[in-house]
C-alpha cells in the first residue's frame, strides 16, 4: 500500500519538533500525517492513545528506542506533548475513518498505519516490524497484521467499540472486520503470536474483550493482566504498577518484540 502524494499543509508546519525525535511527513490517502522516528534498530509503529501523544507516551517511545528499537509516533490526532483526552474525542467523532461504536468494523484509519508500516520496512532495511495500539487504537494492531511485515502485534488496553449505557454486549466486542479476523487468525503459530497487555478492573477495556481474543485467537494470543482499575499499562500509568511488576511487563513486552522482529 503505497502512500499518495503530499497535501498542504506540510505536517512540519502542522506539528511541533520533539527534542530527540526527528519529525518527517508521512502523506497518505490526502492528508499528510506528522510521523516523530528515534533510535536504531527494527521498527515499531506505536499508535497513541486517546490523550494523544503526551510526554507519557513520548517517554513510553524513549525507553523503547533505549532498548534497540527505532520507533515511529504518527501523529493521528492532537499535539504532541499535550494531554487533552476531551478534545481529541471531540475531533474523532466528526472523523468518518475512526470506527467507534460499531461492532465487527475496522477503522479506516488503518489503511494510513498499513501504509506507514511498509514505509517503516524499507527505511530501517529489516523485513519485519512491531506494531504497538493502546486505547483506542488498540485493536488496530490485529488489523495491520493484515500485512506479512508486521509479525509483533501488541494489543495494549483496546478501548474499540466504545460500550454505552445499555449495550453491555459490546463488552466483548472486536473493532476488526470478521473476515480481517479470519485473515489473521491464518498467520498465526507457534513462532507468531499476539501480546495483550491491561489493567484486571479495566472498565474502558473490559475482559470480556480479552475473552473474545483468548478464544479467537487460542494460544497464540499472550493476555499479561496487571492487578488494578487503571487504564494506559505502558503511558500514563506505567509508573503506578508496583515493582517487581513494572519491570516484568517491561521485560515481556521487550523480550516479545525481539522475538518476533
Same mark, same amino acid.
Given at each position: 500500500? $503505497?502512500?499518495?502524494? #503530499?497535501?498542504?499543509?506540510?505536517?512540519?508546519?502542522? $506539528?511541533?519538533?520533539?527534542?530527540?525525535?526527528?519529525?518527517?511527513?508521512?502523506?497518505?490517502?490526502?492528508?499528510?500525517?506528522? =510521523?516523530?522516528?528515534?533510535?536504531? &534498530?527494527? &521498527?515499531?509503529?506505536? /499508535?497513541?492513545?486517546?490523550?494523544? /501523544?503526551?510526554?507519557?507516551?513520548?517517554?513510553?517511545?524513549?525507553?523503547? @528506542?533505549?532498548?534497540?528499537?527505532?520507533?515511529?509516533?504518527?501523529?493521528?490526532?492532537?499535539?504532541?506533548?499535550?494531554?487533552?483526552?476531551?478534545?481529541?474525542?471531540?475531533?474523532?467523532?466528526?472523523?468518518?475513518?475512526?470506527?467507534?461504536?460499531?461492532?465487527?468494523?475496522? #477503522?479506516?484509519?488503518?489503511?494510513?498505519?498499513? %501504509?506507514?508500516?511498509?514505509?517503516?520496512?524499507? *527505511?530501517? %532495511?529489516?523485513?519485519?516490524?512491531?506494531?504497538?495500539? /493502546?486505547?483506542?487504537?488498540?485493536?488496530?494492531?490485529?488489523?495491520? /497484521?493484515?500485512?506479512?511485515?508486521?509479525?509483533?502485534?501488541?494489543?495494549?488496553?483496546?478501548?474499540?467499540?466504545?460500550?454505552?449505557? &445499555?449495550?453491555?454486549?459490546?463488552?466483548? @466486542?472486536?473493532?476488526?472486520?470478521?473476515?480481517?479476523? *479470519?485473515?489473521?487468525?491464518?498467520?498465526?503459530?507457534?513462532?507468531?503470536?499476539?501480546?495483550?497487555?491491561?489493567? $484486571?478492573?479495566?472498565?474502558?477495556?473490559? @475482559?470480556?474483550?480479552?475473552?473474545?481474543?483468548?478464544?479467537?485467537? &487460542?494460544?497464540?494470543?499472550?493476555? =499479561?493482566?496487571? *492487578?488494578?482499575?487503571?487504564?494506559?499499562?505502558?503511558?500514563?500509568?506505567?509508573?503506578? +504498577?508496583?515493582?517487581?511488576?513494572?519491570?516484568? +511487563?517491561?521485560?515481556?513486552?521487550? %523480550?516479545?518484540?525481539?522475538?518476533?522482529?
Amino acid at each position: 500500500m $503505497a502512500p499518495t502524494a #503530499s497535501i498542504t499543509p506540510t505536517a512540519s508546519e502542522a $506539528a511541533p519538533d520533539i527534542d530527540g525525535y526527528e519529525q518527517f511527513p508521512f502523506p497518505h490517502g490526502g492528508k499528510t500525517y506528522p =510521523v516523530y522516528r528515534r533510535g536504531n &534498530g527494527p &521498527g515499531v509503529c506505536v /499508535m497513541h492513545e486517546l490523550p494523544g /501523544m503526551t510526554e507519557e507516551c513520548l517517554d513510553f517511545g524513549r525507553r523503547l @528506542a533505549d532498548a534497540g528499537f527505532t520507533v515511529y509516533l504518527p501523529l493521528l490526532f492532537g499535539e504532541p506533548g499535550k494531554s487533552a483526552a476531551g478534545r481529541n474525542f471531540l475531533r474523532i467523532c466528526v472523523r468518518r475513518e475512526w470506527n467507534l461504536l460499531g461492532a465487527g468494523r475496522s #477503522s479506516a484509519v488503518t489503511a494510513v498505519l498499513r %501504509g506507514l508500516t511498509a514505509h517503516i520496512r524499507d *527505511e530501517t %532495511g529489516h523485513p519485519r516490524v512491531g506494531a504497538i495500539g /493502546m486505547c483506542l487504537t488498540g485493536g488496530f494492531a490485529l488489523v495491520l /497484521m493484515l500485512d506479512p511485515w508486521v509479525t509483533a502485534p501488541v494489543v495494549s488496553q483496546p478501548s474499540l467499540p466504545l460500550v454505552l449505557p &445499555g449495550q453491555g454486549w459490546k463488552k466483548a @466486542a472486536l473493532d476488526i472486520a470478521p473476515e480481517d479476523l *479470519e485473515r489473521v487468525r491464518g498467520r498465526l503459530s507457534q513462532d507468531l503470536n499476539v501480546l495483550g497487555l491491561r489493567f $484486571a478492573q479495566d472498565r474502558v477495556s473490559p @475482559a470480556e474483550r480479552a475473552e473474545t481474543l483468548r478464544r479467537e485467537l &487460542g494460544p497464540c494470543f499472550r493476555d =499479561v493482566v496487571v *492487578e488494578g482499575d487503571r487504564h494506559a499499562v505502558l503511558t500514563l500509568h506505567f509508573q503506578d +504498577i508496583p515493582e517487581p511488576r513494572r519491570s516484568q +511487563i517491561w521485560a515481556e513486552l521487550v %523480550g516479545f518484540l525481539q522475538r518476533q522482529l
